[in-house]
């Protein structure tokens, strides 16, 4: 037996035609499977019934808002924390907020923040829940003329 002097052979790395050859292929499939899908995207599309497209935002209806004069008040808990509320009613389609049923919103939204408690107001839930309530009231008060209640400012001292 004989010891060879030779050296073990070094392997190679993957030859740059090979790694640009699999990019080339990958980036092929990837681009027909984009492809396909936008296809089948627009022709779910063109396949919906005629009734059923999705209208144009100026066909969309919508009511014409109202802004209610700013409130003013204190609340319940702790009563030395004044708050000024500055909102604004959305009417139904069709409908119109008089400016009587603005002021009697903006008495029974005076009427509930009077009730408020200060940890009530905490946070973005807290702000979301306050709305929520505004807007049932507007609605029950409004007997449904009004959509939607939205608060533009609310400031505590």
């Known amino acids: 037996m004989s010891v060879s002097d030779d050296p073990p052979p070094t392997p190679k790395g993957p030859s740059i035609v090979a ?9 092929l499939i990837a ?7 936008g296809g089948q995207l627009g022709l779910a599309e063109a396949a919906r019934p005629e009734g ?3 209208p144009a935002a100026a066909e969309i209806p919508t009511g014409s808002v109202v802004p209610l004069k ?11 924390v004044w708050i000024r509320l500055e909102a604004g009613v ?10 009587e049923l603005a002021a009697t919103v903006a008495g ?5 923040m009077r009730t408020v408690n200060l940890m009530q107001l905490r946070g973005p839930a807290g702000i979301e829940y306050l709305r929520t309530d505004l807007q ?8 449904g003329k009004i959509e939607k209640v939205y608060i533009w400012a609310l400031v505590m001292e």
Request: proline letters at 6%.
């Open 108 to 112: 029974d939204f005076t009427a509930f």
């Open 31 to 37: 681009a027909g499977g984009g492809w396909f899908l």
């Open 70 to 80: 700013p409130i003013l008040t204190n609340i319940k808990i702790p009563q030395d």
């Open 52 to 54: 059923e497209k999705q």
């Open 136 to 143: 049932e009231r507007a609605v029950m008060r409004s007997e």
């Open 90 to 99: 959305v009417a139904r389609p069709g409908e119109k907020v008089s400016d």
């Open 19 to 27: 790694l640009i050859s699999v990019v080339a292929v990958l980036t």
